[in-house]
């Protein structure tokens, strides 16, 4: 074991399989080529900061596939994780406790947050009251792994790495829930049309909104290899290489559709057909290999409607943000302070023997 | 002359103007670049310049498609064919066969000798069109007529980061280790990328570019400067 850290961290004591710092994005430097990167569900992160109390923007721990163990190291950090994931917590002398997400939990120091396996979607998001108290490259906290860029060495969070917590800017607060995890919708991925539809035959473009395309086993953070019926172009697949958005839809010459998430490079030489809406980025950045997925076209007028739409959605759904009911449920902090709930737990995860356990059961206090 | 508005989702537009990969058509495109850069349009998020085309972003949340390409139109009208000359740099480059493996294969291909290849190579300005694929990655033209010569049929896996490259008409460095299809005929010692500069991608689009050979000792020298952080790059910049 390592000695105890003198500044306030989260320290990684188990590593997950993928988890990066991200926040929105590295915006303003793609003339050098420097890719945006960023939450690949940023409707998640920004639930995620709501619950603890931070700016939308404020970075988090993106996690996919498998979720770290990381062990506070300060006193009464609020965290909250948004997404499809189990956590649990491990407090001194007690088994684990199963935490919900989608609520915000205040964590004493040496308590070991568990963040298990990522199910349903490719990412959930960790948020922490205050933010990580870490020096922004090029004005962003976002990590793209590909080129080492980002905190940390922008690598993934390794076993023994400590996350640094901005105490100061950590808003007092009890903790909070969402009343309900977010809806994303289940229609058709929209699209808008372009920019080279033109350089696609017009059954091809009538193909691309009507087949159902599988998400291939190439899939990260750059994007989504799509299996389906081939896209013919009308001549060559190659352009000159031109600007790239999260969401465009590259067709190289084997017809076989690439979905490009937010560590695309900022520009490519094979013809789009089509870009994702921005209200549907999240969605796609769900997405995990043998996902489904269809796609239906929209004008850009109807997609800057949609987006409003969503941005007033969320709104609403933080302001809908309430203070845990502890009639609800169990209220942890309460059990664990009368130190009523530990020996349970010890027999439930399977600390204690048979006997142990009936007797426990039977002395009930 | 025709200007072309395409579309990328409700995210982002391109103004086209033209097809090919030109210094006349390119600097059409930083001259936008630079007008866009200066005028600070709300809800304009950035400006991507490419070889004959600027991907304009825009946040769809707090603007409109429609608002901002009235504001480039309006911007478009002035922002001529000119844009001011970037910075000349003199980037020492080693064409050492070990360092530059397809030299030989290259130039026998293009029917030259290494010796007239590399001559034709380093006596040429460059003009930085974009930069891409990677942090720093710049697509710099255009290459003798004699040196054209598509990528790789076979991409490798790794090409060593500093590697001087041509595919095409283009000549590049590349800034990383990455894979890559182009040919790889000598070898940069200055990094082309540096995390630690406060910036750091040292070359930007319109700026220019010309080699200067260096030998194998030379190369090794600068090598262990840059390696020791002791290599000022600034010192490549040439008085214009």
């Given at each position: 074991m390592s000695a105890p850290s003198p500044t306030p961290c989260l320290t990684i004591v188990r590593p997950g399989l993928f988890a990066t710092i991200q926040d929105l994005g590295r915006f303003?430097?793609?003339?050098?080529?420097m890719p945006v990167a960023g939450a690949l569900d940023p409707i998640a992160l920004r639930l995620a900061n709501a619950l603890v109390g931070n700016p939308a923007g404020t970075a988090g721990v993106e996690i996919a596939l498998l979720g770290p163990a990381l062990k506070v190291e300060a006193d009464g950090v609020r965290v909250a994780v948004v997404g499809p994931m189990a956590l649990s917590l491990e407090r001194e002398e007690a088994s684990p406790q199963p935490l919900e997400p989608h609520r915000s939990h205040t964590l004493a120091r040496g308590d070991v947050l568990k963040l298990g396996a990522v199910t349903g979607a490719a990412v959930a998001y960790l948020a922490v009251a205050g933010g990580f108290a870490l020096e922004p490259f090029l004005g962003s906290l976002s990590t793209y792994v590909r080129a080492g860029i980002?905190?940390?060495?922008?690598?993934p969070l390794g076993d023994r790495a400590r996350l640094p917590l901005n105490r100061n800017n950590a808003p007092p607060g009890t903790d909070v829930e969402l009343p309900e995890p977010p809806d994303y919708g289940g229609e058709p991925v929209r699209v808008v049309l372009g920019?080279?539809?033109?350089?696609?035959?017009a059954e091809a473009v009538e193909t691309f909104l009507s087949a159902t395309y599988r998400v291939g086993k190439d899939a990260d953070r750059m994007g989504l290899r799509l299996d389906g019926p081939a896209l013919a172009h009308t001549?060559?697949?190659?352009?000159p290489s031109d600007g790239l958005v999260t969401g465009s839809i590259q067709v190289p010459g084997n017809g076989q559709p690439i979905l490009l998430l937010n560590?695309?490079?900022?520009?490519?030489?094979y013809a789009k057909i089509a870009t994702v809406i921005s209200a549907d980025l999240p969605r796609v950045g769900r997405l995990s290999p043998g996902g489904t997925l269809s796609f239906r076209a929209v004008t850009v007028e109807e997609a800057e409607a949609i987006r409003r739409r969503q941005e007033q959605t969320i709104v609403a759904w933080i302001r809908a943000i309430r203070p845990v009911r502890p009639a609800g449920g169990v209220d942890l902090e309460a059990l664990y302070a009368e130190n009523l709930v530990s020996g349970v737990v010890d027999i439930v995860n399977g600390n204690g023997d048979i006997l142990n356990r009936e007797e426990m059961c039977g002395r009930a206090p | 002359m025709d200007v072309r508005f395409t579309t990328a989702g409700d995210t982002a537009f391109n103004v086209e103007f033209g097809e090919g990969i030109d210094r006349p058509t390119n600097a059409r495109v930083m001259a936008l670049h630079a007008r866009l850069k200066a005028a600070a349009l709300p809800g304009l998020v950035e400006t991507v310049p490419t070889f004959r085309s600027l991907q304009v972003v825009y946040d769809p949340a707090v603007t409109s498609r429609r608002d901002v390409q009235a504001a480039v139109e309006a911007e478009l009208a002035h922002a001529g064919d000119a844009p001011a000359e970037g910075a000349l740099w003199r980037l020492p480059v080693c064409y050492d066969a070990e360092l530059g493996p397809d030299l030989a294969e290259l130039s026998a291909s293009l029917g030259l000798s290494a010796e007239r290849l590399i001559d034709l190579h380093g006596s040429t300005e460059y003009f930085v069109y974009m930069l891409g694929?990677?942090?720093?990655?710049a697509y710099m033209?255009?290459?003798?007529?004699?040196?054209e010569k598509p990528r790789r049929s076979e991409p490798r896996v790794r090409v060593p980061a500093g590697s001087v490259a041509t595919a095409g008409r283009l000549t590049t460095v590349y800034p990383w280790e990455s894979p890559g299809g182009w040919h790889l005929i000598g070898r940069c010692?200055?990094?082309?990328?540096?995390?630690?500069?406060?910036?750091?991608?040292?070359?930007?689009?319109g700026d220019r570019v010309r080699f200067e050979a260096v030998d194998r000792a030379r190369f090794d020298a600068l090598s262990a400067e840059a390696a020791a952080g002791r290599f000022d790059p600034d010192t490549l910049r040439a008085a214009s």
């Amino acid at each position: 074991m390592s000695a105890p850290s003198p500044t306030p961290c989260l320290t990684i004591v188990r590593p997950g399989l993928f988890a990066t710092i991200q926040d929105l994005g590295r915006f303003g430097h793609q003339e050098l080529g420097m890719p945006v990167a960023g939450a690949l569900d940023p409707i998640a992160l920004r639930l995620a900061n709501a619950l603890v109390g931070n700016p939308a923007g404020t970075a988090g721990v993106e996690i996919a596939l498998l979720g770290p163990a990381l062990k506070v190291e300060a006193d009464g950090v609020r965290v909250a994780v948004v997404g499809p994931m189990a956590l649990s917590l491990e407090r001194e002398e007690a088994s684990p406790q199963p935490l919900e997400p989608h609520r915000s939990h205040t964590l004493a120091r040496g308590d070991v947050l568990k963040l298990g396996a990522v199910t349903g979607a490719a990412v959930a998001y960790l948020a922490v009251a205050g933010g990580f108290a870490l020096e922004p490259f090029l004005g962003s906290l976002s990590t793209y792994v590909r080129a080492g860029i980002g905190p940390l060495g922008g690598k993934p969070l390794g076993d023994r790495a400590r996350l640094p917590l901005n105490r100061n800017n950590a808003p007092p607060g009890t903790d909070v829930e969402l009343p309900e995890p977010p809806d994303y919708g289940g229609e058709p991925v929209r699209v808008v049309l372009g920019p080279q539809e033109d350089r696609f035959t017009a059954e091809a473009v009538e193909t691309f909104l009507s087949a159902t395309y599988r998400v291939g086993k190439d899939a990260d953070r750059m994007g989504l290899r799509l299996d389906g019926p081939a896209l013919a172009h009308t001549g060559s697949a190659d352009i000159p290489s031109d600007g790239l958005v999260t969401g465009s839809i590259q067709v190289p010459g084997n017809g076989q559709p690439i979905l490009l998430l937010n560590d695309h490079q900022t520009a490519g030489g094979y013809a789009k057909i089509a870009t994702v809406i921005s209200a549907d980025l999240p969605r796609v950045g769900r997405l995990s290999p043998g996902g489904t997925l269809s796609f239906r076209a929209v004008t850009v007028e109807e997609a800057e409607a949609i987006r409003r739409r969503q941005e007033q959605t969320i709104v609403a759904w933080i302001r809908a943000i309430r203070p845990v009911r502890p009639a609800g449920g169990v209220d942890l902090e309460a059990l664990y302070a009368e130190n009523l709930v530990s020996g349970v737990v010890d027999i439930v995860n399977g600390n204690g023997d048979i006997l142990n356990r009936e007797e426990m059961c039977g002395r009930a206090p | 002359m025709d200007v072309r508005f395409t579309t990328a989702g409700d995210t982002a537009f391109n103004v086209e103007f033209g097809e090919g990969i030109d210094r006349p058509t390119n600097a059409r495109v930083m001259a936008l670049h630079a007008r866009l850069k200066a005028a600070a349009l709300p809800g304009l998020v950035e400006t991507v310049p490419t070889f004959r085309s600027l991907q304009v972003v825009y946040d769809p949340a707090v603007t409109s498609r429609r608002d901002v390409q009235a504001a480039v139109e309006a911007e478009l009208a002035h922002a001529g064919d000119a844009p001011a000359e970037g910075a000349l740099w003199r980037l020492p480059v080693c064409y050492d066969a070990e360092l530059g493996p397809d030299l030989a294969e290259l130039s026998a291909s293009l029917g030259l000798s290494a010796e007239r290849l590399i001559d034709l190579h380093g006596s040429t300005e460059y003009f930085v069109y974009m930069l891409g694929f990677m942090p720093g990655f710049a697509y710099m033209g255009d290459l003798p007529a004699e040196l054209e010569k598509p990528r790789r049929s076979e991409p490798r896996v790794r090409v060593p980061a500093g590697s001087v490259a041509t595919a095409g008409r283009l000549t590049t460095v590349y800034p990383w280790e990455s894979p890559g299809g182009w040919h790889l005929i000598g070898r940069c010692p200055v990094p082309l990328y540096d995390g630690a500069r406060p910036a750091p991608v040292l070359l930007a689009a319109g700026d220019r570019v010309r080699f200067e050979a260096v030998d194998r000792a030379r190369f090794d020298a600068l090598s262990a400067e840059a390696a020791a952080g002791r290599f000022d790059p600034d010192t490549l910049r040439a008085a214009s």
